[in-house]
């Protein structure tokens, strides 16, 4: 395992909770002394990594993925035919398709793999979806079964018990050729954005549902509330949200996960609101595109993030110059929410 | 209980198993007498409904919401001051409130309560979000404590041990005053569509992915896939919906169906894809406009489902004539997929 | 005439240009006064104004919408039965039909007026779109022409030589009964919101069109550009949209003040991008979801208005604590742009 | 002049209206013969064309994006240095940057641009954005000018007279470095979009006005129009379109081709509503990703068409299934509009 941050650590503990023998490599060595500590043999360059695994070697990346190919390129001259390269990163598929066509030559195998489950992993379990070749696949069965979460994480689905060998009740699974992986991976992160920006919405119509309380002004720039009596509630999100946790039909475990953020903090103060994007949701986007296929929930979801950051404000910028000039409107300074 | 439909027949059953006594009609005989045999005390007419009920009388309503005024109209005459009409319905708030208001003067209560559940309720419990005066809705606890889901259905959310004297937990919860229950449903649902959508755009595109290996035609009307190679993926998706079930940021109970639904049929031949919306869609799209808050994702899953329909058929020919008319384009019958 | 704000003056002086008599009143006195000196009779109270008009008065309205139900409780009292309110003013259409009902019980007409043209209107002429019963708005067509742009403003749609006894191309137009006139203006407005917003989403492009020359952080938490030499442009905007003013596909009245004011300040640093809306867009929406017709461009324009406007922060924190909750994403603080 | 198609016929047919000398190439024998009769110079083959060209040649390319790097391939063996290739088709900018790297070494200069104007080009003139080497761009001036809209098409914008040496006023402009004019150019298409589905929606909600006075059916499975009576009208809709040329705020050259449309023939029946897309809407959206903007409105509009050729399907089934699953709703039958 190379890389330990926030996912690899946990990835390397939970496979050596399994038994498994872990050979680890950071640029940050209090990382690598720490899971030294844990039971993993703990290495200080690459040179000492790639020697401390037997052939043929499965290598894993866990590290951002603006430095995977610089990795890639640093690693591959210490491996042999037959190793692979696993990478389990946020990576985009394109690149997965690529660097296979460029190792394969060297006989080298790739395999990519998308790994769902965040800092919650080491206890829950890490889903995994996998592109590859199914001989190379196959054979690392074990170590992502080990990072999977167990069997009975689930009620089996009805109907399951006709399936024979699928692993997808084991938490991993071989979704096709090299990308296939990080394919899905990807497009899980942006139904993953999609539901999120669902609940985050309607939340915000419970929170503003007291709007007919609040003092309004009348001119001809504020469209005045036509029933001021109709949003007279104040509700309580952290009690709502906790609600909905049993019996409701949105149900999940984002909506735990809510919940428990609600509970600590209803108005969520902590927080400013600048949502970041870390790529799988705008190559979602760009797959529904090249396949021609409508996606507004995940791309609007999308958007909301980037707007969280202030890049439409040229845009609003631009409708408040067409409104001066064509109603001599002048803007409000509105104290928002 | 007056109304024996899908949900309501489900929930009566639900509290003959925890003990309650249920007094049940339904213009639909069989189903009074069905329920009868359960253990209910079926009556023939609103009279025997009523006669057969001690003061205060709970009157719970589970009828489609086009009827429930007519049926409050019928049913107000023979009640007695103190009496309670629950609508458990999927009621616009704005008729809780007023209905509210007509039944006051008549020393009549009324209680809105939403129920989440579907025709699983009677299995899983039902999710209730309740409003209403609090003394009645107090007095009411033992019915939706029956009703609803056990504590148990999910993990404590950390620092609920801090919290006293909250249903939340139990599956049920007084949201507010009178409107209140149905607002919060009303927004559970919008997030519900929400969700659905964010779920079905996804599977779409990955449903796509082989649209590499489909022949495209060369000319001035169809834009040309980039890199086809890119996509050439098959993708089995109820391999893939199962393994998102476990360990995934984005398991929940309505992914666990579709997993179900995918497994039964891959395809979906089944279904032709007209999507009915049932009203609280459009009532949070309406809400969120009144409080001026956004909600792209709540909106565009609803108008997706009135796409679904046709409805946008004419606005779509609208844009062909425009087309037609600047650049002599001539429509393409293509074949969808 | 009753209200001599942006709107009110210009149709007056439009109106006195025409040769058409004008009686005026305003709580401004000065604004009475300035009109008086173009040539208006002034009046200085609601008694005074509506003796001045002989029967049966037009008594047109243009006064913010908030205002209008307390202007004609006070102004109804002092009419005869055959006389006629116009509401010119951005009126729901809901509240002309309710108004119609009203008046119509003392032989008092209503029309309704849905004006287009802004601070142009005096001197491009104001669009007009109206409801009313057909007689009474027949009577009125001198007025309403006086006020429309003149037939020479665009030119002649091929085949209009066969439609006889239309006033459209003279810039007026019956649409329909009470309502008719505001529910086209007020889709009219529904659209003009999509349109500003589509020419202010793509000036944003192409504003951002630079993104691969400014410096990029490289973490997990900020998605790189994969290819930074493709977004090197500079572009200048109040040039771009000069050019398309002239034999593009986008041209339009829109475009044109568009490009002035982008002339004027190309960074449009005068505007903070705090966007109102008035009422016409969100009530486009609620008919499109009334009448289960999909909104899609319409209903993000409306969005985008709310949310320059902070009225989704609270939905953006709820998202930032889902990340943290579940990835322990801490939130980055970009500087926008 | 390489393509004769619906554009390059007409833009040859405007130089040679312009007095400029024009050397034409078509696979289409009929087409050149036809143009070579209205004084062009027709050609038979590559090396025929690229013969009667004096040096430095500017070859001018109007065909099918799919089809012009294989005809760069084919005529750049035949050209020498200083000649330039001038792609005027819908081409990707990324395109652009990839030919110009590759046609540099040989000496050859590559223009790319954006021309907008469709089939009205030859009687309106050609909006043109272009991409290049300024003193490149510079050289075919003339041309440029001769086939751009003359300055009159629009009233001068205010402060216009300030400017030196713009050409944005004669209807062509030199954007920036390469691919910048098929940059502007996909970003107008992209506004284009925006514009187009903004009427087209709102032309489709004044249709559906009249839905209170159709049949609905009371069952669990359709929303009630809670008010009916609110919608009644039957609009004219090429009447509406008509009155909005003239003073309106959305007055636009769009609109006039809509209003003409619409009174040819107001059902649009000579259409289905299956609306292509051509590649620009699609790579506005992907510039806007990378970019990391918002573009709601001409994302959706985009989607929107991609709908309209029945995209969504699987999508929509994959909610009927989910409902079926929770709720037991079985999907209705209803007959669109």
Request: charged residues 25%; proline residues 4%.
């Amino acid at each position: 395992m190379i890389g330990l941050g926030r996912m690899g650590e946990g990835m390397v503990r939970r496979l050596l909770q399994a038994g498994h023998e872990c050979v680890v490599f950071d640029l940050n060595r209090d990382k690598v002394d720490e899971l030294t500590g844990a039971g993993a043999v703990g290495t200080n360059s690459l040179e000492d990594f790639v020697s401390r695994l037997a052939p043929p070697r499965p290598v894993w990346l866990m590290i951002p993925v603006a430095f995977v190919d610089e990795m890639i390129g640093k690693v591959v001259p210490l491996l042999e035919p037959g190793d692979v390269i696993i990478d389990g990163g946020n990576t985009h598929y394109h690149d997965d398709i690529r660097r296979a066509k460029e190792l394969g030559p060297r006989g080298l195998h790739y395999v990519d793999v998308g790994v769902s489950g965040g800092v919650w992993g080491l206890e829950r379990g890490y889903c995994q979806m996998i592109g590859g070749e199914a001989g190379v696949v196959g054979r690392l069965g074990p170590v992502f079964e080990a990072l999977a979460p167990p069997v009975e994480t689930a009620e089996r689905t009805p109907g399951r018990d006709q399936v024979d060998g699928s692993t997808a009740e084991h938490g991993y699974l071989h979704c096709g050729p090299t990308g296939a992986g990080h394919f899905v991976k990807m497009v899980h992160n942006g139904i993953e954005y999609g539901i999120m920006a669902a609940y985050a919405e309607g939340l915000n119509i419970l929170r503003h549902a007291d709007v007919g309380s609040r003092q309004h002004e009348k001119d001809a720039e504020t469209t005045p509330l036509r029933d001021p009596e109709l949003y007279q509630y104040n509700f309580n999100l952290s009690e709502v949200t906790e609600v909905w946790r049993r019996g409701s039909v949105i149900g999940s475990w984002l909506l735990d996960l809510t919940a428990k953020a609600l509970l600590k903090d209803h108005d969520l103060d902590a927080f400013s609101g600048r949502v970041s994007d870390s790529g799988e949701g705008r190559w979602t986007i760009q797959a529904a595109i090249d396949e021609a296929v409508p996606a507004h929930v995940l791309t609007t979801a999308l958007y909301q993030r980037f707007a969280s950051r202030g890049e439409s404000t040229y845009a609003d910028k631009v409708t408040s110059a067409m409104r001066k000039e064509f109603g001599g409107h002048v803007e409000k300074h509105s104290a928002g929410i």
